[in-house]
């Protein structure tokens, strides 16, 4: 889609003319308090007779396409490269067949050892005999609607092996059958038998410990073993972290560690192999009686207990676990799962037809969130950008994970796609890491800036500060990590960062805002909006309100960074357009969620913003824009050298420029005039021109894009991808593409408006449901350049439909 023509000089709409809603039109169109489950399974409250038709042909859409798509191998695969994913959000496995054995490397979301790492839980070999993989056939499938791998092997007797985790138990389920008998040999590898007191530091796999630019050892990693448990009839295995690194670095930076839940010291996590006709050989081994069918259940349990009797307390907690699993039919157990995951499946889908690469797209869309979807409903502890729960560890150490940190910049992109798939549910980790941190957060405004404080190495003073903020490298219960502060303390003050690239770097604290507002307009969760958005906004808007001078009545931001690799800026865009876009539409909030005081403050804050950054050179920045314009990388910088396109911060992820909104000649032309251009000034894998271009309705680039972002990594499933920069099985590169795809189909416009086909190939077809602000959820198909759609609820804003569709609003310009 070109850009339409608009006047030179035309003057910037504030954000609240573009997307504002009034709180009558949210009172009355968007749908009540308390409608998340509802949103997230089945059709809104009060659905009409031709909603819920509109819910079974999603669910016959689903049936017909989906198993079309699920991953089939038809050999055996070497190593844990060569693994498929398992899982229910929180327990999990690599699952691959190597050799003559069945094995699966065992994770779980809140597995976190005494050094600030996420663990591998363990490992199990799995043998049977006869052997299924000596000779015969093999087939492994990952069956996307059941959840399920499926393992096909041998002639003499075929034996059929199906894997899954139960979506609503913390047990994974191996069971085997085959026309004749066999027997089952299950045996535990230990993955940290003993203590090593001096592991390898590389990588950064200790950030909290050791800081990452000198390698200055704050605290010297230490790893302790796992120990074997003696329960009767099973192979129970534990960690426990006797000690841990939480209260030394919460007073490292000047922090109560009474003010958050240590996570770390007395926290247990392990396992308990059982099933029924199985007989320990040994501590660490099974042997099954011989039977035409087996079943194994392995129940992962984690939990925080500090006393001395650790052991019983977490022993019966995970015994109870393990033999609720075992005393319940299986079938029962299946049903259950089953019945979540079909619901997961009819809540958002896409299939694409007509060439090869609407194939991949297909296929990357549904597995990217499949991966997501399995590794993403551990309660505060988000998907990990690199690796997921799925990473491989080394030779060396088991938990090795290259970057184990939370960086804001890439952790986002796993969360941004779930609005337009309707997976509110697995956006609530993330959206509690940081609710569940915010008093830390504005305990460490008062520790560093509580006062009037000269900046290292900046030389700047920074007046008194108030608020929170949360560091672009965060740690797990909210803190900076400890290596990117620096454990080096000698001659600086408390707010100096060692982390040389990332000091100054803060729009992440406004682009969780945004993305909480985007929460908002989706589901109307007054809930949510209540106790997770408000009191984070209120105190982020206060910080940078209060973080530096004014100037000429106008927030100067400075020092700031823009990206990692321009600094010592002044309003970085990403900033800028931050503050432009919460603060517009916070005062749109319904009045019974916001106070007057509120109100009041945020327009008194609007009115202390700096102009965006856009210009014809790096000092022009006023409001009046024309063809030669270009959104800037800071209002001292026209286009900076940092190739993460950070001047495009206003198009995504902050909305204010795009596609249905005004000036998108402007936003347009910036684009194409980036920095950085996949795949010619870099290939890593967040760059993320993908969404720029679907935003912007450009559909050659955003398909270009998006199917490039849709690659492959070095791994044999095609759920993960490339991650040669921060680790494999990488998450961000499709997860760009799964926003991208999403855009491209149905994207936000102005005020309620929704554009349907915003950036759509001509060659593709399409069938489709995806969700969108109001609380809609658009459903339907494009066959031969006809579309047939509905919208459920209906009456809220304008479904702008492109001009393939006859009698219907066309998009303005032309493809």
């Not at 995806?770 to 579309?787: D, F, P």
Request: proline share 6%; glycine share 10%.
């Amino acid at each position: 889609m070109e850009s339409p023509k608009p006047t030179p000089n035309s003057q910037h709409l504030p954000r609240r003319a573009m997307l504002g809603r009034t709180a009558g039109v949210l009172a009355a169109a968007m749908l009540p308090a308390g409608a998340l489950s509802a949103l997230a399974t089945q059709p809104a409250a009060g659905a009409t007779k031709a909603s819920r038709a509109a819910a079974a042909r999603a669910a016959a859409v689903v049936d017909q396409s989906l198993p079309a798509h699920n991953e089939i191998w038809t050999s055996k695969s070497t190593d844990i490269t060569g693994s498929m994913p398992i899982g229910n959000g929180v327990q999990a496995a690599n699952v691959w067949v190597e050799g003559n054995q069945l094995r699966l490397l065992l994770a779980a979301g809140d597995a976190w050892e005494e050094n600030v790492r996420l663990a591998k839980v363990g490992r199990l070999d799995i043998t049977f005999s006869p052997n299924p993989f000596a000779s015969g056939g093999f087939r492994q499938e990952l069956k996307l609607h059941e959840s399920e791998i499926v393992i096909t092997a041998g002639s003499s007797p075929v034996i059929t092996t199906r894997i899954w985790a139960g979506a609503n138990e913390q047990t994974i389920h191996v069971e085997s059958d085959a026309p004749s008998a066999f027997t089952v040999d299950v045996a535990f590898t230990n993955l940290r038998p003993r203590n090593n007191a001096s592991p390898s530091q590389s990588s950064f796999t200790f950030m909290d410990l050791v800081n990452t630019e000198d390698g200055y050892v704050g605290i010297q990693p230490k790893i302790w073993a796992d120990g074997i448990q003696d329960v009767p009839g099973t192979v129970t295995w534990a960690h426990h972290n006797g000690a841990s690194a939480y209260d030394k670095i919460m007073r490292l930076q000047k922090l109560d560690p009474a003010i958050h839940d240590n996570p770390l010291t007395g926290r247990t996590f392990g396992g308990q192999v059982r099933g029924e006709g199985f007989n320990p050989v040994s501590s660490t081994r099974l042997l099954s009686a011989s039977d035409t069918s087996h079943r194994l259940d392995i129940t992962l349990h984690s939990s925080i207990d500090a006393s001395a009797g650790w052991r019983q307390t977490w022993g019966k907690q995970i015994g109870d676990l393990a033999g609720a699993s075992a005393g319940t039919p299986v079938e029962q157990l299946r049903t259950d799962h089953r019945t979540w995951w079909d619901q997961y499946w009819n809540r958002s889908y896409i299939f694409v037809t007509g060439d090869a690469d609407a194939a991949k797209v297909t296929k990357g869309w549904l597995h990217t969130r499949y991966v997501q979807a399995i590794a993403g409903r551990t309660p505060a502890m988000p998907i990990r950008f690199n690796g997921s729960l799925f990473t491989p560890g080394n030779p060396d150490d088991p938990d090795f994970r290259r970057w184990n940190s939370y960086h804001a910049f890439n952790q986002r992109f796993a969360y941004w796609n779930m609005l337009g798939s309707g997976d509110y549910d697995l956006m609530q980790p993330y959206f509690d890491q940081y609710a569940n941190s915010l008093p830390l957060a504005k305990a460490r405004v008062q520790a560093f800036w509580g006062r009037p404080t000269v900046e290292e190495p900046s030389a700047v003073e920074l007046p008194a500060t108030q608020g929170a903020m949360w560091p672009e490298v965060m740690g797990l219960w909210g803190h900076a990590v400890g290596g990117e502060y620096g454990w080096n303390r000698t001659g600086h003050g408390d707010s100096w960062f060692s982390g040389s690239w990332t000091r100054w770097l803060y729009a992440g604290n406004l682009e969780i805002v945004t993305m909480m507002l985007d929460y908002f307009s989706h589901t109307n969760d007054t809930a949510f909006a209540r106790d997770k958005l408000l009191p984070i906004a209120r105190e982020v808007v206060k910080f940078y309100d209060t973080h530096w001078h004014h100037k000429d009545g106008k927030i100067h931001m400075y020092p700031m960074y823009s990206g990692e690799g321009d600094r010592n800026l002044r309003n970085p865009a990403g900033d800028t357009a931050g503050l432009h876009r919460v603060l517009g539409e916070l005062q749109t909030l319904p009045t019974t969620l916001t106070t007057a005081g509120d109100r009041t403050y945020w327009s008194q804050v609007e009115s202390r913003l700096p102009a965006l950054p856009v210009g014809t050179t790096a000092q022009d920045n006023d409001d009046w824009w024309g063809a030669p314009d270009r959104l800037k990388t800071s209002h001292d910088v026209f286009l900076g050298t940092d190739t993460n396109n950070q001047n495009l911060y206003p198009i995504f992820p902050m909305r204010l420029f795009g596609a249905g909104l005004p000036h998108l000649n402007v936003a347009v032309a910036s684009f194409q005039g980036r920095r950085g251009k996949y795949p010619a000034n870099g290939s890593q894998d967040w760059r993320h021109d993908a969404i720029h271009a679907a935003y912007l309705g450009l559909t050659s680039d955003a398909k270009y894009q998006t199917v490039s972002a849709f690659r492959a990594g070095t791994w044999r499933y095609i759920g993960f991808g490339p991650g040669s920069a921060d680790g494999e099985p990488g998450q961000e590169a499709h997860a760009i593409a799964k926003t991208a795809l999403q855009a491209m189909l149905l994207h936000p416009g102005a005020n309620d408006d929704a554009i349907l086909y915003n950036a759509w190939p001509s060659e593709w077809d399409v069938q489709f449901k995806l969700h969108t602000t109001g609380g809609r959820t658009v459903q339907g198909q494009l066959l031969n350049g006809q579309s047939t759609h509905t919208v459920t609820p209906a009456g809220v804003g304008n479904l702008i439909v492109d001009g393939r569709d006859p009698g219907t609003s066309a998009i303005t310009g032309t493809r």
